[in-house]
Nanobody, 129 residues
Framework: QVQVVESGGGLVQPGGSLRLSCVAS????????IGWFRQAPGKERERVSC????????YYAVSVKGRFTISRDNAKNTVYLQMNSLTPEDTAVYYC??????????????????????WGQGIQVTVSS
């Protein structure tokens, strides 16, 4: 059973940093694309960042580009989202999602369409003073 579990969320002051982790179980991360998405209260879910199985391709939403970095450690079956220069607008529940890589689908397309089959339960990130 493909499962992903998020961790690392919490409360941080504006300008601070957090690192989210997405740990995979029931499958080997090597063949899977991973995405981070978020949903703020009263808003629709939005894409944040995605990374291909090969670690060669990444996608970032405009709102986080230059502040967030996605990376993966397949040996640990874990994908990370390093979030810097956080603002209150980054406050949301963050979700990790996984999907087997398909050569015909770019990571950008996958991220834009949120085309992922397995989703975590989400973790709260609150940016507030």
């Amino acid at each position: 059973q493909v499962q992903v579990v998020e961790s690392g969320g919490g409360l941080v002051q504006p300008g601070g940093s957090l690192r989210l982790s997405c740990v995979a179980s029931g499958f080997t991360l090597d063949d899977y694309d991973i995405g981070w998405f978020r949903q703020a209260p009263g808003k629709e879910r939005e894409r944040v960042s995605c990374i291909s199985s090969s670690d060669e391709d990444t996608y970032y939403a405009v709102s986080v580009k230059g502040r967030f970095t996605i990376s993966r450690d397949n040996a640990k079956n874990t994908v990370y989202l390093q979030m810097n220069s956080l603002t209150p607008e980054d406050t949301a529940v963050y979700y990790c999602a996984a999907d087997r890589h398909h050569v015909a689908v770019t990571i950008q397309a996958k991220c834009v369409l949120a085309d992922f089959g397995s989703w975590g339960q989400g973790i709260q990130v609150t940016v507030s003073s």
